[in-house]
Every structure is written in structure tokens, then in C-alpha cells.
């Protein structure tokens, strides 16, 4: 079955304007243009549409996208495995809230008090499964499985007190990271030994014996997964790169 431009907006959702963006930047590329200039999708255009889509939906950016299409490894059902993992995942951490969110509405109609720590257990088992879902793989397979279980019940275990301060430690680092990148300097300047050692007091807040050696390994995945320089550079570009430099360059 064929599809003209206007048929595929209306079946998907996706504007025709969309449509002709993700044509201009050759991520969906009409399967023919007749002579008159009108555009018409295949089924095997719908397909790759709705494989975009299920990455939008994850919050990849469309260079990812189509580096990620034309990979000639790509392997759709493997792939549509993943998407579905990262929904199930999504779905548990919604699910949480939820929990929370009446948790915290029954106590307050039985004029009840809820512990601070039971206040923000929900959000910390989110972050543990936000992480499990986007980085689990990899960091299994680099640092094992008992480390990352380590690093996961560390986090769980964290006091009221010590999870605000870890995830202060996180939105400080990004705004050191931006203004740095901002300002053009170098990575081996003070504002790079400081974005440094705010990191390594990140991942120190987190638990467990901290290792230099681990700490350059991890920040070398900052440059080389897209998952990790989009959550760096999401607002400015550079700043996952500048971070790994800092790094390598400061913690000896």
C-alpha cells in the first residue's frame, strides 16, 4: 500500500511539515515523487516512520536517529526489544510515582505525617531505574555486576540529606560545565579542576571506595555513548567533552 504525504500525517500524527523536514535531512526519504512533486511512503517508509517515532518517543535526537537507521547492523526486532524494555522500565517508574503520589495524598487526608525518607524513596528508585534502563548494559559489562549493584543500593540507602546533597552535586556540576563551555576555556584552566572535582564528589556521594582509574574510565563512555553527551550537552555543546578532558587531566 502507498501512501501521498497527506495520508501518512493523518494515519501517524506526524505533520506534514514534519514529513518534509525529515525528508530535507534525509531521515525519511519519500519511496517515489511523482512528476507533479507529490511525495508517496511504502509500507517500508511507514515502518522506518513509526521506528523514528519509537525513538522520539525516547527522547533521541534525529542525528542519533538516523545514524542508528543506517547502521547496517541495525537489526529491527532487536531493536523494537529495546524500545519495549525502555517502556516497561517507564511504565514501573510511573508506576512508582503513582504509588507515591497516593501515598502522600492518604496521609494527608488522615492528617497523618510521612517520614521524609519515605517522601523520597519513589524518586530514588526512579533514578536507579532510569539509569539501569539507559546505562545498565554498558556499565555491567565494564564494571560487573556486583559494583553496579553496589553503587544501586547505595543509592537506595541514601539519607534524605544525602540524596539532595548528590543530586545538588549533579546540577552544579552541569551549570560549572555550561558557564565553562560558555566562556571557551580550557579544561586544564580552575574551572576545569573544579568541574573535576565536583564530579569526583558525585560519584564519591554515591558510596563505596573511590577509584581515579574508574573515574577516567567512566567519563571516557561520556564521549563515546550518544546517551551520555546528550545529557551533558542537551543545552550546550562541548560540555561532555570538556568534562572527560577535565578529568583526565586533573585526577591523578
Partial sequence: MEYSIQELSRLSGVTSRT???YDQIGLLKPSRVAESGYRYYSGAAVDRLQDILYYRALGVGLAQ????????????????????SALEAERMRLERLIRSVRDTIGCEERKETMNDQQKFEGFKKTV???HERRYGREAREKYGDRMVDAAQRAVLDMTVEQYQ??????????????????AGVSPESKEGKRAAELHRRWIAAAGGPYDPVKHRGIVELYVSDPRFIQYYDQNIP???????????????
Fill in 65 to 84: 536517529i538516523k545514524e542508528c537507521l543506517e547502521d547496517p547492523a541495525f537489526d529491527r526486532v532487536a531493536v523494537l526489544r529495546g524500545h519495549l
Fill in 238 to 252: 562541548g560540555c561532555a567533552r570538556f568534562l572527560r578532558d577535565a578529568v583526565v587531566h586533573w585526577v591523578a
Fill in 128 to 130: 536507579i531505574t532510569e
Fill in 19 to 21: 514529513l518534509r523536514w
Fill in 165 to 182: 546533597e548528590w543530586t545538588g552535586l549533579d546540577q552544579e556540576l552541569r551549570k560549572q560545565l555550561e558557564a565553562a563551555v560558555q
